[in-house]
């Protein structure tokens, strides 16, 4: 079972942070600690503008958030790391290890979405709520799959 989420997006401004904050929304039946990570932090920064309305809008605050580079350390054997775009498995790969392929998935492929969580960076406001919208059915399926894995490995 996952003892840890960790959400990768290219810059950990936007969607990786509006996933997490998703998720914890969710009613989980194990603990979890949940991550939100980037690929490229050159330096700490805050939640994407038109993110943080949209999920202030939604009755989630994420004040104070800073994002932070995704690293080798932030993934032992029990994490569950999701990317939102097949195109970032190299580069997460490149960071965590080869050998941490199987526990590096697709965020929308895990819960059966055909279409991959598109990035709105640069877009109109309207765009991250549609963003948001996408990612909070795609976080609701993950959420009843991550608490079907606890009840497998519970009846092992």
Request: proline share 4%.
């Amino acid at each position: 079972m996952w003892d840890k989420v960790v959400f990768v997006c290219k810059s950990g401004t936007c969607r990786a942070p509006m996933a997490a904050a998703l998720l914890r929304e969710c009613s989980l039946k194990q603990e979890i600690e949940i991550l939100s990570r980037g690929l490229v932090v050159l330096f700490p920064e805050p939640l994407n503008q038109k993110a943080s309305a949209v999920l202030i809008s939604n009755g989630i605050n994420l004040e104070g958030y800073m994002s932070e580079q995704l690293l080798a350390e932030d993934v032992d054997d029990h994490t569950l790391v999701l990317i939102m775009e097949e195109k970032h498995m190299s580069q997460v790969l490149a960071i965590i290890g080869e050998d941490k392929l199987p526990q590096v998935q697709v965020l929308t492929t895990l819960v059966g979405e055909e279409l991959e969580i598109m990035d709105p960076y640069g877009a109109p406001l309207p765009s991250y709520g549609l963003c948001f919208e996408s990612l909070s059915k795609t976080i609701k399926k993950l959420a009843a799959w991550l608490n079907e894995q606890g009840e497998e490995s519970d009846h092992e």
